[in-house]
Structure formats: C-alpha cells, structure tokens
C-alpha cells in the first residue's frame, strides 16, 4: 500500500500516449461490402475510362450536330428517324446526313452522331422527327472518358472511405481495395474480484463491466477488441498475459482499483518494457497507467467504471483512432446551464457525468463505483484543475457519449 | 417518353417520407458483445442487488466506527489486526470491539465492521493499528443494494446503448438483451447498362455504383442492406421483385435514370400498391419515387450516382433512422465561404456537391452522371429554389458526409 509516485497533468498525459502511440502499417485487401469508413493504404487508379462509351445524358435524339444548325423554334429541321437506341444496348447502325436515332440517358451514341437533342426539343411524327433548336457538336453527351480517364488516380492513400467513396470504388469495377487493418487490441479483464458476465456471482466478486464499455469504446473508434478471460492480479499471471503483447497492436488491462494491484501491474510493466506515466491529475481515473512494451501501447485502465469509462474516452479513444488511422472523434458538445451548484476538487482536473434534463447540467456522478453514475449519463462536462465550485446556472459544456 | 406529371416541394416530399415510415417493431435477443447502439426493445431490470455486498471504496482498514470516535490526529485510537480481506475474498473472521480488518478496494465488509479507514490515516506497527482519524459508522463503505436495488428498471426501453449503457447490461450480470432488430432492406439495382462491380463491362454498360452508396448509408443508420441481383426494367422483372415486398421492411431501387424506365417503375408500384409521389423540386435527384406496397415503403431512387447519393442522405438516411428508431442524425455543419460564383437552377432545392480545400468551398459538381462530382467532394451545400447565384466569399454551410 503505497500513494501513486507523482501524477502528471492532464495534457502531459495526453501528449505522451499521443507520442507513443503509432497509425497502423499493417494492410489488407477487404471485399466492396466491408470498405466503408476504412482507410484507403493506396492509391485507387482507374482501370476503365469513365464513361465507358460516349454516353448520352438525356432521352432524346443522337445526331450530326450539323444538321440542326439551321433549326429554330418555328423552323424544325426534319430528319429521319433510323432506330432507336435503349441503355445497355449496342446501336444497331450508324448515323449518315438527315439522320437521327432515338436514345435514352446512359445509352451508347451510335457511330456518326456528335450530339443529343433533348426530346423537349423534338416533335416526332412516324419515322420523322422534328428539331426545334439548334445544337452544337458534343451536347448531351458524355464522352468515353470524360470524367475519368484509364489510368488516373481516382482516390488517394489516407482517404477515409465515406458512402461516397465506396461508391467512387464501385464505379470503377473493383470489387475489393486495399486498407489499412483495423488495430487489433486485447482487453484484459484483470481482478480477484471480477466475474464473467452471465455466470453467477461468488460472495465478493462484482460482474465485469470494464472489458465492455472499453470494447464498446474500440469498436466504434475502427479497432477490432479481443477478449482475454479475466486475469487474477498475481505478477505471474499478469506476465505471462503481457509476454503476448507484441501479437497485438495495443493492450488494454482493465481492474486493478486497489494500490496494490495497481503495484502489482507496474512492477510487470518495468520488467517487460517501460511504465511511461502512472498517475494523472485527474478524478476520478487517478491511478491510470501508459507504457509501452516493445512498440505495444499498453493502458492500464482504472478499475472503477466511471473513472474507467471516461478515461477510455479521453485516452483510449483518441489512441485507437490515431492508431486506426481516423480521423478526430466528432464530439457532439452542447452548452446548457447547472441546474444546482456543484463542489469540485481543487487541484484535479475532474470528468463529472451529467444528465441533462428539460435543458439543465444535473451530476449523475454519485461516485466511482456506482453503475448509476454512468447508467443515467448522457455524457461528461470537464471541471479545470482551479475551480472548485460550479455554481447553479453557470454554462457547462457536455460532452455526450 | 413523358415528362414528370408533377413535382412537389422539398418539405412536402420530406413530410411524406416521414409519415409513411413506422419505427420497427419486431425485437431480438442480442449477446453483449453485439448491443453497442442498439435500441432497447424491453426494459433492463436488475435481477441482483449492486454492489452484490458491503464492499470497501477504499484500501485501508475495516472498524466498528465507535472505536474511531474518540480519534485525533495526535492522539491516535489502537486497534488489533485480526486479518486481511483482498478484493474476491470472503472475510475470515468477524470483527470484535477494539479489533480492524486490513482491506482492499471492492473487497467485502467483514461481519461486526461498519466503516473503512482511509490507509492513509493510519500506522501500523505489526498488528497494532493507530488510527489517526475518527469516522461515523458507513464511511467508505458501499453498502449491499446502495447502488442498484434487485428488482430496479436501470434502463429504459427506447433507450440507445451507448458504450456507458452496455457496460450497464454487462454491471447487471446479463449476457444479452432485448433489442429491437435492424431493418432489412432490400436493394435492387435496376437497368439494363447495368453491370456487377468485379465482372467485365459488356459494350453499353456501366458498373452498379448506386446500390454500393445506398447500402453504405443504410449500413451506417442501423438498418441491415440486402444486395438483390441486377434487375432489367421491364414491368414483369421488376414486378417479380416487388412482389417479395413484404419480405423486407423498405425496399430501394436505384437506377432507371431515363424516363421510361421511371414510367414502368411507377406502374408496377401503382398496381401493387400505391405511389405516394414521384417527382421532387430538387436538383439533381427530380424523379425521385416514393410508395407503399402493403405497409412497405418503397423508394425509388434516380439512377445517376450524385443525384442518388444527396437523395440517399435526404431521404432514405431519415427514413432509415426512424425506422430503426435512432435519433436524429448529428449532421457534422461547417460554414465556409465559396471560394467562385455559383449559377443555381432558379425553381429547384439544389444539391451541390462541394470539396472544402483550405477554408474556402469548391464546387465539385460536374454533372449528375458524373463520378468526379462525389469522388473528389466533401459533402454537399444546399440551395433554396429562390436563389440563382451564389456570389464568392458567400457564407455556406457544407453538411459533411
């Protein structure tokens, strides 16, 4: 039983991890269906020109730009009318002076025509069609390649593929694209204490709660969590999980809420790589703990569930999306104003769980190891390090989960 | 070849979506590990108490708080150490007068203890413990049940499961829950240029991009995307499909970008149900149809890739939501100025595709047909039909993809 070392300020503590923390090099090739919010690890170029063929973008008539150039809307040019042309489909013929064919938009211009003449345009009486206005040569159409050219390089490596890009691929033809993979990540449950969630309880232990809200956490933030079974707090139980480390792109140990098993972790840490902090200025999350073993972040998460599930927001989260590759977290931040008057702790940068109720901040916070504080949270507000009391009315902003 | 009977407003398309598209009904169990964003179909009722024991908030050491009372900071009370109780432990022994129990974080209370002392008001001299600070009975000690009640609604139907609410289910003990299912929605890729993304283009067509957009949107609202095969536009193809309409809770076909394929689709919806309206004063995206067929929605979407994707987020990302009863998308808005003039369609709701590159914002539009028009964009810039020109430097705001 011995008080943390030395805690380090908030920001410092985010820096490190920051610092120490890598985007994933690793890639994969991932079918059409599973690319969106991925990150593209190389260049998408076009293997086809786009539009395929020259392409009209109307229902209407192809023709020699040059035959209506004497149209008007009183004076129509007549031409005949030599098939019809359906999306999809080869024209059947080429087009020769007084000629047009019918086409729908997306159809393939047959040979001879350089352009489209709306069917607003036209009036079309047997195999006669009527052309009341002029066109210039290329209207209406698309032409092979236009937009895309073979060759081009459509995408680029770092792009996160939104509906849209994933559309961009499909476009091209390409059923799969290369990504970066998304970081795979053990979650160690660690604890005399803790049980398997769906097993019955022994007298003295509580379920695993951790484990859950921190894959939950990863999950959303592009990485792949993997469950360790729980893990007792014994150095030699914990050494042999953590000699696995380098098999994962992070490890995160939940658990561990009492100084000596907080000890414990730190000792193992030492001897398998380096404790980079341990202890941070902030309530509740105190104890946190950042290391790396080789090139393996390790966090050692605090084992009471508020403490555990606003530090895996404040530092787990914007790890595993540097690492992910993604980019900053959208927080969805809205100002209300207290609803009652809120006594912080000097000296503590404080994440306090909130509830906002008929547009007023009320504490959910009771303390950190009650289910309630974070069942009946919408998000967090921040409290600096120098205020101690948060009168009733002052605006806080929440930060929702 | 006819032109749209009528287009309606914007608002007035929207409404209708709305008031045709019911939240889901049908409900499933879902294991832990899944529940992240669901929406709680029953409410979540503690089957234990929480924490399960009087469990210690703190290491130090356990003591009938009378002892304590006659305690000062220099005039410490003397208490003997009959044991140590770890966190997952049950006491060995009860606590007698003038007796402490050494105890750890989360481990339980022994028997005769009604309150914790901080270790750090305390010395310990083999097993004889000055205590350096009186403590009313109940101090640092969560008492059976303080938290949760067995018996307690701890969340609500309704309720999203956020990464705090599944940590919830899991402090619960409950390996599963109660949910609402996912819509599943059929996508039909429609017409006859139509190709599968991964096979070679046959002269005429082009590449299905529409349906991998849709799908990608529907995926990221909590809906589940079913990939019909390629259907041509003829009435009886697409009649054969509709028909399994009911199978599915909303159906979406993309394609038929000309206006006789959007003529067979309105007549086969028409035949068997009914089409709400067909036809939308916006840009791109007009032949825009919606309809029911039993209780079904039904959406068919323009063909061209653009006009698809800015209907996709218009329309069926709502609709989708409602369906699968999540909030409100919280739509990422910045405003920007535009870095040139735009000319806008006086009359129509237009779209604009745009790319924002250092603060300013480009158009990226080329045309409905065109892939560069979303490739290379941001997100999309709306502007009202009474508006022609869009001067440089006006102030936009880009809804971000």
């Not at 690793?26 to 076009?46: G, T, Y």
């Not at 605090?302 to 959208?330: D, H, S």
């Amino acid at each position: 039983m011995k008080p943390l070392a030395s805690l380090i300020p908030l920001d410092e503590a985010k820096k490190l991890v920051d610092e120490n923390v890598q985007p994933i090099k690793r890639k994969e090739h991932v079918p059409l269906s599973d690319l969106l919010f991925r990150i593209l690890a190389e260049d998408v170029v076009s293997g086809i020109d786009v539009p395929p063929y020259d392409r009209s973008a109307m229902d209407g008539y192809a023709v020699r730009a040059v035959d209506t150039f004497s149209a008007g809307k009183f004076e129509p040019v007549e031409l005949r009318c030599v098939g019809v042309v359906h999306a999809g489909e080869v024209p059947s013929k080429k087009i020769g002076p007084g000629e047009c064919m019918q086409i729908a938009t997306g159809a393939m211009v047959p040979e001879g025509a350089d352009a489209v003449v709306m069917v607003e345009n036209t009036e079309r009486i047997d195999d006669v069609v009527q052309i009341f206005r002029a066109v210039p040569p290329g209207s209406n159409i698309s032409k092979k390649g236009e937009d895309i050219r073979a060759g081009t390089v459509v995408l680029r490596k770092g792009e996160l593929l939104t509906p849209a890009k994933v559309g961009v691929i499909a476009a091209l033809g390409m059923s799969e694209a290369t990504v970066y993979a998304k970081p795979k990540v053990l979650i160690v449950p660690t604890g005399n204490e803790v049980a398997e969630v769906g097993k019955p309880l022994n007298p003295g232990q509580v379920y695993d709660i951790n484990s859950h809200t921190l894959s939950s956490i990863l999950l959303e933030n592009g990485c792949v969590p993997v469950a360790h079974s729980i893990v007792e707090d014994v150095a030699e139980e914990l050494k042999s999980v953590l000699k696995k480390a380098n098999d994962y792109d992070m490890v995160v140990l939940s658990g561990g809420s009492s100084a000596g098993e907080r000890d414990v972790l730190e000792q193992v840490i030492s001897e398998l790589g380096r404790v980079i902090f341990h202890g941070v200025q902030i309530k509740p999350g105190k104890p946190t703990l950042f290391g790396l073993i080789g090139n393996t972040p390790v966090f050692g998460m605090p084992g009471y569930p508020t403490a555990c599930l606003t530090n895996g927001y404040v530092f787990l989260l914007p790890a595993a999306r540097k690492m992910a590759r993604l980019p900053k977290r959208q927080e969805v931040i809205g100002t209300f104003p207290m609803a009652k008057k809120y006594a912080a702790t000097l000296g503590r940068h404080q994440f306090l769980t909130v509830r906002v109720i008929d547009g007023e901040v009320y504490p959910a916070f009771k303390e950190s190891g009650a289910i309630t504080s974070i069942a009946h949270a919408d998000g967090w507000i921040e409290i600096p390090p120098n205020v101690d009391i948060v009168e009733k009315g002052t605006n806080v902003e929440v930060h929702f989960f």
